[in-house]
Structure formats: structure tokens, C-alpha cells
């Protein structure tokens, strides 16, 4: 076994891997950029190494600054986690022509099955099924619509080197066909330097299961079961679980038998996935799946089949790397119980899930859950990386019982100071179709409203909101004994009138201090009481309420204070207006503005163009995906102010519109 290896990765990946590295007494190196110095990964490494500043380009894609780190450090071997250099056959050249094990499979391995095109060429020359479409070399533009003209609509336009759902398109219609097309060029160009596509035929009710395969170095190779992960938006997983909902053991045996069947054909070492797409209008049968891609490193969804194994995978991979055989075979293998991950990101849902950044003022993981994370109370979401903040994984004796776990879970999980989609994975665990195992990969998109849907805050959570901003809720270990103390009013007891802003929804609150601990807060629709039992920074316990109360104040942008509630498992988030911006002054149909940091890639209107209500305006590149932001109404562009290329800051003005005439 190795004594000391690098990880060349961030954030959660890093931190797991280092765990497991740990336990079993190897030493750890970590690789960080400038934005990461003070990162969790750094801190719970041996030893850590700067590689470059922040963009990705020039610093955790640098494999030889990687390199040399793992060599000044006399590290024995890489561990790639997933993302970045995890799937470059390069990068595994040159590790191993320096002398370095790299803890995964072999270059030519990741050659064969990292061209979408060729790999699905291989997989039928190895008896598995693939799915019907175009993976030639010809990619002019008109060829490839006759393609999918011939192949019928509608069709998924895929980066032939992609992956993470980037460089991928669905295509309804013939007249889509042009603009998708460019976008998934342009996108595969810019994550993976290749604009190459490939044209599939798009699965009308698919289900998302893949196998977890295991090689080693001796020739042999097992399937370690399946993964169901159809419940996706953008193309990308937001809660995966193990085993499938309806597998049936035909079907496992069969897909088993093909995801063995492509690792032996390019002699796979360590560990992998074959991902397939399952038609699931008819329940899953074993003549209804076609391999889709093999991703040649370990998933961010493995720990649903750690829970339902009993295996640390992280652990196999670092002793197949190390030389050793695989300690089973097929046959000892066998699934207990099941297991759910939650992918948990800073992201505006509603806004359709654009990436956020912000501070983490707040954050509480559930004691009942695996936390998969890299980042702690206090860290920075920046505009560099993913915007990942944890994965909650839970196991249960039985789907219903995981699945009641996780909503536990995420109910218990609190964090305050970035925007999640903490809110949206709680309506999709409560969901129907979800909850009884009845999912495809078009459920999210059938029900974003419903799973979007924001409820009004409750008059208590307003109260407790309103009592916090205000700096009533104050500090029991005050050391002024005045501190605590409300004021004596000749006229009755003091009064305090606040504005709080939820989204669409204004709250005007007028709140009456009867003494330190107890208040009286009304608005527009209700008067209730509040005594505090306890108070402290960022907890108050109201009397009669079983549950504590928890909040946590946070500034953003310098001038919009947020306060966040956290009550019976629901998180609600408030603006305060400082005065000088009006609480009802949102973001009109007039300006388009960016929103976040990124890169301009195209600009689509010039001044003076007519528009429709949702046309595209601009497309803007941040946190490694393409959002094209588009017009709130009919109108006539009034001025742009970037060029493609530009890089701009959140909130920047993009496009305006003449405004519309009373």
C-alpha cells in the first residue's frame, strides 16, 4: 500500500478521499488555487500545494504543476477524484512516464470510452446495446439536421467528449435544431475543447440506471449492482438511489452481465460506470436498455452503493492501485437495503437553478444523515468551481424508509447566506410519482411548478424575523445589564415598524416590546404574541413551540441585509430594505442583467431589434454552464452594453429595452 499519495481535486471529493486515505494510515496531499488557501480540503490534508490562481484553467487543470507537487511531496500515487483531469488519458501518461501511479484506469481505457462516437462502436462490436443515432465524423451543420431528421424528432444533441450533462441538447422540433446545434458546440468547445457532436435518438419516457463496475489489474472485473439517477434537470443528477425502483433480477442480471462486458473489453482497472438509458413506459425489461456512456472514475453518486454494500470504494480503488486483486467475486455480493443521495447546491431554483455564490453565515448537517461536504460555517460559494454544497445520503431497511430518512434529513439540515435548492429536493421527496418509485428523467421538467412553488412565509416566521433584524432577540451573557433592557416609554410600551420583502410578497410589521423577552407583533393579517424562553446569538426558543428557532443574519451586496428563519424544517428567507432601496423595486422587463460573474459568450440583439417575450438576448458562461438569458416581454432592444467576451460581475446591465409607455 501506498504511504503517502496527492489528490488532485477540491471541495468534497478531496475531503472523502482523504478520510478514507486516512483510516487506512496513508498520508495526503492536497492541491489548492488561490481561491481555495483556506479551504476545508487544505485544512484536513498532510501537506498542501499552491498550483495556480483561481480560474480552473490555470490552476487544478495544470497537470504539471500537479505533478511536480506529488513529486516535491514524495507522494507515490495521484488520486484524480472526479471532474478536472479525472478522465484526461494525457494526464495519466505523463503521472505514469514520472514514475507515479495514477489511481484509476489505464489511458487507453479512458481513450476508448472518452469519444461518445467510439465508444458506442466499441460496445456493439462487444455485444451491447447502444442506443440508435449518429456517431460519425462528419459534423456539418446540414448533415447533422438530416441526421436528425432521418432519425425522428425528438433528438438529444450530445458533446461527443462531454459529460455532467454539458454540451447536451434536447431537441423538439426541426426548427430548434440550428440554435441547439451551436449551443452544445459552443459549450462542448469550452469545457472539453472539442465542438464534435453526436445525434441519439431521445427515449420518450427514460429512466437514468446505471452500473457501478470494478476491475483490477489481474483481469477480472464484477458489477457492484445498479443506480437509478432519472431525476435530473439540465441533464444533470439531483437525487440518485440504490437499487432502481421495479428492478427486477432478470434485468439486473442482464444489465449487470453488458456493464461487465464493456469493462472487460478495454481491460478496466479500478473503478467505473456504465451508464445506460432504460425505456420505462412498459416497466423495466431486459430488451428495453442501450449503453449511453462508460465514465471512467469514480461517480459523485457513489456513496449509494457504499450504503447498500458495505464497501468503501475509495478504498478498493487505492488497493486495485496498489496491485491488488479484487477480494470477491460476483458471487459474494449481495444488496442490504436502500440508499438515497440528495445533491444539495447553491442555486436559485426558481430562477431556473443559475448557479449562486454567497458566504455561508449558517450551516447545520443533519446528525442522521451522511454529509458528504468541503465546505464549513463561514466558507465563500465563489464563481469559480461548483456550486455544490453537501451530499445528504441516507440508507433504510427499506425505499420507504431511506426516502423518509431523507426528508428528515434535509428538513434538519439549516443554511443561511446563499440561495439552495434545499426547498426543491424536500417537494421532489415529497413528491407522488418520486415517492412511489414512478420516474423518469422527465419528471422535474413535467412538474417544475409545483416543486418550485414558494409558500408565503407564516406570520410567526415574519415575527421571529422581524424580532431578530431589529436586535431584539438579543444575548443572555450580555455584559451590559442595561444591553437587554427595551426602554421606558412615557406614552406605552416602545414600537418598532419594519419592512421585510419575500419575494413577490411585501411585509409591513409593527413589532411591541412589553418587556425584554416578550413582544407582540402584528400585520397586514394577523397579531400574535412572542415570548422568548431563551436567547442567543442566532437561536430563539418561543414558548409554546417544541422546535427552537433559529436564525442567522447576513449581508449581501453591501446594501440588502437577509435574514433567514429556520422553522418546523422549512427555511424562509427575507430582504430588509436599508431605507434607500424600495422593498418593491425588483428587477423590471426593462433591464436584463447578469446574474452572476461570468463571461459573455454571444450577444443574439443589437439597439433598435424587436423582441418577443422570452427571445434570447445574450448567453453567458459561469460555473462551467451556459445560461441564455432572455426578454420578459415584447418590446425593442434600447441599448446593449457588452460584447462577446466580456466579463462581467453579478448584477451588471446586459440589454435594455425602450421602456413601455403608461
Not at 435530473?232 to 440518485?240: D, F, N, S
Not at 431584539?472 to 418598532?496: E, I, K, N, T, Y
Request: aromatic share 6%; charged share 25%; net charge negative.
Amino acid at each position: 500500500m501506498f504511504s503517502k499519495i496527492l489528490i488532485a481535486n477540491r471541495g468534497e471529493i478531496a475531503v472523502r478521499v482523504m478520510r478514507t486515505a486516512k483510516r487506512m494510515g496513508v498520508a495526503t496531499v492536497a492541491i489548492y488555487s488561490d481561491a481555495d488557501e483556506g479551504a476545508m480540503h487544505v485544512a484536513e490534508s498532510d501537506e498542501a500545494v499552491r498550483v495556480g490562481p483561481a480560474p480552473v484553467a490555470d490552476s487544478y487543470l495544470q497537470a504539471e504543476a500537479i505533478i511536480a507537487a506529488a513529486k516535491v511531496t514524495g507522494a507515490e500515487a495521484i488520486h484524480p477524484g472526479y471532474g478536472f483531469l479525472s478522465e484526461n488519458p494525457d494526464f495519466v501518461d505523463e503521472v505514469e512516464r514520472q514514475g507515479l501511479v495514477f489511481i484509476g484506469p489505464s489511458a487507453d481505457a479512458i481513450r476508448a470510452m472518452g469519444l461518445k462516437d467510439a465508444a458506442k462502436a466499441l460496445m456493439e462490436k462487444a455485444k451491447v446495446p447502444v442506443v440508435p443515432g449518429y456517431h460519425g465524423e462528419r459534423q456539418e451543420p446540414e448533415f447533422l439536421k438530416a441526421q436528425a431528421d432521418e432519425i425522428g424528432y425528438p433528438v438529444l444533441i450530445k458533446a461527443r467528449a462531454g459529460g455532467g450533462g454539458k454540451g447536451m441538447r434536447k431537441v423538439e422540433t426541426p426548427d430548434q435544431f440550428a440554435d441547439a446545434l451551436a449551443g452544445a458546440q459552443r459549450e462542448g468547445k469550452a469545457s472539453f475543447a472539442d465542438d464534435r457532436v453526436l445525434i441519439e435518438k431521445y427515449v420518450t419516457s427514460p429512466r437514468h440506471v446505471e452500473i457501478q463496475v470494478f476491475g483490477d489489474s489481474h483481469g477480472d472485473a464484477v458489477h457492484l449492482f445498479e443506480r437509478d439517477c432519472s431525476l435530473q434537470r439540465r441533464h444533470q443528477k439531483v437525487i440518485e438511489e440504490a437499487p432502481a425502483p421495479g428492478m427486477t433480477e432478470e434485468m439486473r442480471a442482464a444489465m449487470g452481465e453488458a456493464a461487465v462486458k464493456a469493462a472487460r473489453a478495454i481491460g478496466y482497472s479500478g473503478a467505473g460506470t456504465v451508464e445506460f438509458i432504460v425505456d420505462g413506459s412498459d416497466g423495466l425489461r431486459p430488451d428495453r436498455f442501450w449503453f449511453m456512456e462508460m465514465n471512467t472514475r469514480l461517480q459523485v453518486e457513489h456513496p449509494v452503493t457504499e450504503a447498500i454494500t458495505g464497501l468503501d470504494l475509495v478504498e478498493m480503488q487505492l488497493r486495485v492501485a496498489a496491485g491488488d486483486p479484487l477480494p470477491f467475486t460476483q458471487t459474494d455480493l449481495a444488496i442490504n437495503g436502500h440508499a438515497f443521495e440528495a445533491r444539495l447546491y447553491a442555486e436559485d431554483v426558481p430562477r431556473g437553478f443559475l448557479p449562486a455564490i454567497g458566504r455561508l453565515d449558517h450551516l447545520r448537517f443533519s446528525d442522521a444523515a451522511r454529509n458528504d461536504t468541503g465546505v464549513r460555517e463561514g466558507d465563500e460559494i465563489t464563481p469559480h468551481y461548483d456550486p455544490m454544497i453537501a451530499k445528504v445520503v441516507v440508507h433504510g431497511r427499506s425505499r420507504d424508509e431511506a426516502l423518509a430518512k431523507l426528508r428528515a434529513a434535509l428538513a434538519d439540515t439549516q443554511i443561511a447566506g446563499t440561495v439552495t435548492n434545499k426547498a426543491f429536493l424536500s417537494a421532489l421527496c415529497r413528491h407522488e410519482g418520486f415517492s412511489n418509485g414512478d420516474v423518469d428523467t422527465g419528471l422535474i421538467e413535467r412538474d417544475l411548478a409545483q416543486l418550485v412553488h414558494e409558500g408565503e412565509a407564516p406570520v410567526l416566521a415574519q415575527a421571529v424575523a422581524a424580532i431578530a433584524v431589529l436586535g431584539l432577540a438579543g444575548d443572555a451573557d450580555q455584559a451590559d445589564p442595561w444591553g437587554s433592557l427595551p426602554g421606558w416609554r412615557v406614552w406605552g410600551p416602545a414600537q418598532h415598524f419594519i419592512k421585510l420583502v419575500q419575494g413577490s410578497a411585501v411585509f409591513d410589521l409593527r413589532v411591541s416590546l412589553r418587556n425584554s423577552r416578550d413582544f407582540k407583533v402584528s400585520s397586514q393579517s394577523d397579531t400574535i404574541n412572542v415570548s422568548l424562553v431563551e436567547r442567543a446569538p442566532r437561536r430563539m426558543v418561543v414558548d409554546g413551540h417544541a422546535q427552537p428557532l433559529r436564525f442567522a443574519v447576513s449581508k449581501t451586496s453591501g446594501r440588502i441585509a437577509q435574514v433567514t428563519v429556520f422553522l418546523s424544517g422549512d427555511t424562509f428567507v427575507f430582504e430588509v430594505p436599508d431605507g434607500v432601496t424600495d422593498a418593491g423595486d425588483v428587477a423590471s422587463g426593462d433591464d436584463v442583467r447578469a446574474p452572476m460573474p461570468g463571461l459573455v459568450k454571444q450577444v443574439r440583439v443589437k439597439a433598435g431589434q424587436k423582441v418577443t417575450k422570452g427571445e434570447a438576448l445574450t448567453v453567458l458562461e459561469a460555473m462551467k454552464m451556459e445560461h441564455t438569458l432572455a426578454a420578459a416581454r415584447d418590446g425593442e432592444v434600447a441599448e446593449v452594453y457588452v460584447s462577446d467576451g466580456d466579463q462581467v460581475s453579478d448584477g451588471d446591465l446586459l440589454v435594455s429595452l425602450v421602456p413601455e409607455k403608461e
